[in-house]
């Protein structure tokens, strides 16, 4: 893409990482005419809401949907003249399947074009989970909401296996719809992820009923989301160069006046934007701020690993390109994208696998074999007809959802003149999601504008 803009330094923004969040406050200060360079480490945008190449197969940074209660994420790609309706598929329905289970659980997840499905599922799938279960889950999620809103840091020392134990929910339950909804979703097992994170995914959601359904992306989500944000930006003024990593801020009498590249070029501006991970955006501000006692909280705050399976087959894994779930299993979450993503392969499925503790560093083949042996455990043979797969796996792209960590994320205004954090680690009610990097990026943003 472009080169450095012919700006003053004194007048330049340079945001370092071009996720979702850094495009965000890019976009932002571009459409207030404000000078501003982002600079990506990897030759393509997105970071974790990116795909690419990787040895001859297209594969996506893990399996992401689209929420349909996110508000400010949507409003964003309008002003960027991105078509929501053309970017997405909306889900009717979700599926979970357990080894153990008669047969699927099958819940509809729009209230407003399928409301039948949808009371259907909540009542129904009893073969799945039984009225008792159910009715089980009434108290944990009402005092979960209002812990939530009432005691929000005594809820985060909570794992949500332990708040479930303490309002009487049924083996049951937790492990075929509560398991799903936290290790499903973001890997973390039940007994160490943070209640506070599980209510707090849903709880936006809760004013916005009318609108919760899940949207499957219409390709590769560099291609119909993040590159084309990004040459809004360029089209506003502003410049986005990729195959640029940085080393480290330029750092000069307690502020950070800019950066230098790994090839050695030095880039100064008046305000530095780190929407690098939450690894990479760690080591940057350690090496000239580690004795700020306003950052030790968020030094301390742990990086999550990330293991997925992506896979090609002859035929669809599944008949309907839907979210599913694989409690018991090795599978948090998965889903066939032949219809929808990947449409030019005759099969495709990406799977979140969970535990990633215990995945990240083993030999792909052996991730293979476990990924294989879950999915013919809920009665997916057809993985037999899988043809090529890809092990997509990392330790930098996601803070820890355990509990206790909430209070260690960091704000987007920090107390270091010139520099500014971005990206879903840092603190919003969104907690780790798309609809979160915005949130972050709007609000770094707003304080450079402000600055």
């Not at 393509?44 to 400010?72: C, D, P, Q």
């Not at 209640?195 to 609108?211: D, E, Q, T, V």
């Not at 979210?323 to 005759?346: C, I, M, N, V, Y």
Request: glycine fraction near 10%; include cysteine; charge should be negative.
């Amino acid at each position: 893409m472009s080169q450095n803009p012919k700006v003053p330094s004194e007048e330049l923004t340079i945001v370092v990482g071009a996720g979702l969040a850094g495009l965000t406050c890019a976009f932002e200060l571009a459409e207030k005419g404000k000078p501003v360079l982002v600079l990506e480490a990897a030759p393509y945008v997105g970071g974790r809401t990116a795909n690419w190449n990787e040895n001859g197969m297209e594969v996506e940074s893990g399996f992401h949907k689209f929420i349909g209660y996110y508000t400010l994420l949507p409003e964003l790609l309008e002003r960027a003249g991105i078509k929501l309706n053309d970017m997405l598929f909306w889900e009717k329905s979700m599926e979970a399947r357990h080894p153990e289970a008669e047969e699927p659980g099958v819940f509809g997840l729009d209230l407003v074009r399928a409301p039948l499905k949808t009371v259907l599922g909540a009542l129904g799938n009893n073969s799945y989970l039984t009225p008792a279960d159910k009715a089980s889950l009434i108290p944990f999620f009402t005092a979960g909401f209002k812990d939530y809103l009432s005691n929000p840091e005594e809820l985060d020392e909570i794992p949500v296996k332990e708040y479930a134990e303490r309002h009487h929910v049924t083996e049951q339950a937790l492990e075929r719809i509560l398991e799903p909804l936290s290790s499903g979703i973001f890997f973390l097992p039940p007994e160490q992820y943070s209640s506070y994170a599980f209510f707090g995914l849903f709880a936006p959601g809760i004013p916005r009923l009318h609108k919760m359904r899940i949207g499957a992306f219409s390709g590769g989500m560099t291609d119909v989301m993040c590159r084309p944000l990004a040459d809004a930006i360029e089209r506003l003024g502003g410049t986005v160069r990729t195959s640029a990593p940085v080393r480290g801020l330029i750092a000069e009498e307690g502020a950070v006046r800019g950066v230098e590249l790994e090839n050695g070029e030095r880039l100064r501006a008046a305000q530095v934007v780190v929407a690098a991970n939450i690894r990479r955006a760690q080591k940057l501000l350690s090496e000239h701020f580690s004795s700020v006692s306003a950052f030790k909280p968020f030094f301390e705050l742990e990086a999550m690993p990330h293991v997925t399976a992506q896979f090609e087959l002859t035929e669809p894994l599944l008949p309907k390109d839907r979210t599913t779930f694989g409690p018991g299993t090795q599978l948090g979450s998965f889903g066939e994208q032949a219809r929808t993503t990947f449409r030019d392969k005759a099969g495709r499925t990406s799977i979140i696998l969970v535990d990633p503790d215990a995945l990240v560093d083993l030999p792909e083949e052996e991730v293979w074999r476990r990924t294989v042996d879950s999915l013919k455990a809920i009665g997916l043979d057809g993985v037999d007809n899988a043809t090529d797969y890809r092990i997509i796996r990392g330790d930098e792209n996601f803070y820890r959802l355990a509990a206790g960590n909430e209070k260690k994320r960091p704000k987007q205004v920090t107390p270091i003149p010139g520099l500014f954090l971005a990206g879903d680690y840092t603190k919003q009610p969104f907690l780790a999601t798309m609809e979160g990097a915005v949130i972050s990026g709007q609000r770094a943003a707003r304080g450079i504008l402000k600055a």
